[in-house]
C-alpha cells in the first residue's frame, strides 16, 4: 500500500534558481547549470557544504554531466544521481530529492534540471517491436488531432483553443527567465504558420536551453542552519504515474494525467477548488484546456470559455501557467519541470512581482514526459 507523503518527515523548498530559458547559444551546460544552482543556495543562505545530496534531470546531454559541473561548486563528495525520464527529468529528480529528505537519509538535497538541444533518440526504437504510431504521427500531428476531436465535441473555435497562447506569451512578457518574452495578439498566433491541423507556430513549444535548482530541506535542517521558516515552502504531494491501458478512443496522456492529478490532491488533502496557481505541461496549446478540465477544475468542454473569461488569468480564479509555460516560459526538457517548482515557490512566497497572483497560498506543477509518465507535485505557503 502506498504510503502518502504526509506520513514521512516534512520537506520544504528553501532555494531556487534559474538560467533564462533561451535558444541555444555558446554557453556551455556547466555554466548554466552553475548559474542556477549559485542563484538557489543564494536565495536559500546555504554554502554547498550543507547540500547532502543532488538529483540531476537532463534527457539530451549524455552520460554523467553532473561531476564536470558540481566540482566548480566543491568536492564534497556528496552522492550525485543523474535522472532521466523524458520531459519529466527535471520533475522527477524534484521528487527524489524530496522523498530522500521525507525519508531521513538527508536533511539538504539539490534538484538541478538542465539541457542544451540535441538529436533526441528514444529507446523504444531500438526495442525489437515494430511502431505502428510514432513513425506515422509526429507529437504535433498527434496534438492537432486531439485538437480538432475536442473543437468537434464541444463546439469550441479554432480561435478559443489559440486564447491558451494568448493569455501564456501575456504571462511571459512579464517573466525575464522566459524563452519567449513578447506577448502576441490572438490575431498574430493565429496568422501561422500552421504547423499541423488548427495548430500554428505560436502554439507549439520552444526547445532551447536552460537551467533550473531547487534545494529542499527538513525542519531540522532549516532551524540547524538558520533558515528563513516564512519562505520555506512545504511539499504537500509528489506523486509519479506511468500509463496503463485505457478505454478505446480516450487519450493516454491526459487519462494519465486526470489519475496522477487526482492521487496527488488526495495525498495532499486539498481539493481542485482550493488552488490558486498551476503549471501544466502545455507543450501544445490545447494540452492546457484538456488538463484544467483533467485536474476538475471545470466541467468538460467548458475550459475555453472559462479561460476567455478571464479564470484562468494571473488575479482570476486559478492562475494557470503564469510563468508562460512551456509555450512561452519555454520547454528546454531537463529544466522544465524544476522551473516550474520554482515559479510556484515565487507564488507562494508573495515574490513573483507582475506575475504574482493574489492571495496565493497552494500550488501545483505538473509534467508528462514521453513513454508515458506524469509527475505532479502541490506546495503549501508557509503557515
Known sequence: ???????????????????????????TYVELGLTAIREAMADAGIAFSAIDSAYCGTALLGMAPSRAMLRHLGASGLPITQVENASASGST????????????????????????????????????????????????????LLADDYMRRYGVTAEQVARVAEKNFRNASKNPHAHRQKGYSLAEI?????????????????????????????????????????????????????????????DPDTELTRETLAMSCAEAGVSPGDLDVVEFHDGFSIEELLYVEALGVCAPGQAAGQLARGDF???????????????????????TGVGQICEIARQLRGEAGPRQQPGARLGLAHMVGIGSVCVVHILSAAD
Do not use: W
Request: proline letters at 9%.
Open 1 to 27: 500500500m502506498r504510503r502518502p507523503l504526509r506520513d514521512y518527515r516534512p520537506v520544504h523548498v528553501v532555494g531556487i534558481g534559474l538560467h533564462r530559458f533561451q535558444p541555444l547559444s555558446e554557453t
Open 313 to 335: 488569468d494571473i488575479g482570476g480564479r486559478v492562475a494557470i501557467n503564469p510563468s508562460g509555460g512551456l509555450l512561452a516560459m519555454g520547454h528546454p526538457i531537463g529544466p
Open 93 to 144: 529528480a524534484v521528487r527524489q530529492a524530496v522523498l530522500e529528505v521525507a525519508s531521513g537519509m538527508a536533511d539538504v538535497s539539490l534538484a538541478i534540471g538542465l539541457d542544451k538541444p540535441a538529436p533526441i533518440r528514444l529507446a523504444h526504437e531500438a526495442a525489437g517491436v515494430p511502431d505502428l504510431v510514432n513513425a506515422y504521427a509526429s507529437p504535433f500531428t498527434h496534438f492537432a
Open 190 to 250: 493565429l496568422s501561422g504558420p500552421n504547423i499541423s491541423g488548427p495548430l500554428t507556430r505560436l502554439q507549439c513549444c520552444p526547445i532551447g536551453e536552460g537551467a533550473a535548482a531547487v534545494i529542499v530541506a527538513s525542519d531540522d535542517a532549516i532551524a540547524r542552519l538558520g533558515l528563513s521558516r516564512a519562505r520555506s515552502v512545504r511539499v504537500l504531494s509528489s506523486t509519479s504515474r506511468s500509463e496503463r491501458v485505457y478505454d478505446p478512443g480516450a
